[in-house]
C-alpha cells in the first residue's frame, strides 16, 4: 500500500505501483495472444476491460489503463475500421518521436505552460524528467550512468528529484546515440515488415509499446515486454533451399 501524490494505490508487494501494473498489463496481452484463436472478439474486450478497471481501482497507474485502452481501440480499428488502421499504424511510431521531440523541446526550453494545463500529472512529470536530463547531460554516442537518477538536482533555479521514465529519452542517454540507432532500426524494420504481412494483431502489440514507452522506461525492457521478441523477425536469416543428391 502506497499513498502517491495523495492518492491510495496498491503494489501487492511491488516496489511501486507502476511496476506492479506494467507486469498485469503485458501478462495479459500474453495470455490473449497465447489464446488469440479459442476467446471471441467480445470475449477478449471483456478480459480487457476487467483488467483496466482492476488497475485503475488498485494499482490506480493512468499508464497502464491508457495503455489497455489503446489495445482495445487497435483491435476495433482492425476489426471494424480497416481503411482507418493502415494510416494509423503506419504513423504512431513516427508521430510519437515527433511529439516527443517536441514536448520535451517545450518544458526543457521553458514553454510548457501553453500545454501543462492539458497534460496529466503523470505524463507531465515524464516530460519534465527527460527535459532535465539534457540539462544534466549531453547526447554521446554510447551513453552515460545516470548517477543522478532518484537524487535531488538543482536546475533552472529550483530543486527536485530527478526520474527519468520516458523511454525514449532514457535510451537516448543510457545507451547514446548508437545504442539508440541499434534499438530502433529493427523496430522500424519489423513494423514495415509486419504491415506488409498483414500481421495486424503483433501490430497491435507493438503499438501499445510504442505507447507505453512516452510513460514507462521498463516498456522498452524484454525482460517485462514480450512485444519486443517480435523485434528480432527482421534479422531471422532467409532460408535457402539446397538439394540433396545421394550417391
Known sequence: LSVISGRVRYNFFFSHPNTFAVQVVFTVLAYLYIKRKVFPYWMTNVILAVTAVFLYLFPNSLTAVVTVLVYMGC??????ARLLWKPFIRVILPATAVIVLLLVFLFYTGHAAVISNYIADTFEARFS????????????????????????????????????????????????????????????????????????????????????????????????VFPLLFLSIPLKEKKTAFKVTWR
Open 75 to 80: 483491435r476495433f480499428l482492425v476489426r471494424y
Open 129 to 224: 524528467g527527460a527535459a532535465t536530463a539534457f540539462s544534466l547531460y549531453n547526447v554521446n554516442l554510447f551513453g552515460h550512468h545516470l548517477e543522478e537518477l532518484g537524487e535531488t538536482v538543482y536546475v533552472n533555479g529550483q530543486w527536485s528529484i530527478f526520474w527519468l521514465d520516458l523511454a525514449y529519452i532514457r535510451i537516448l542517454f543510457t545507451f547514446g546515440i548508437v545504442g539508440t540507432i541499434i534499438f530502433f532500426v529493427p523496430f522500424f524494420k519489423a513494423v514495415g515488415r509486419y504491415i506488409r504481412e498483414k500481421n495486424y494483431i503483433v501490430l497491435s502489440l507493438l503499438a501499445v509499446v510504442i505507447v507505453y514507452g512516452i510513460s514507462e522506461w521498463t516498456a522498452f525492457s524484454i525482460t517485462t
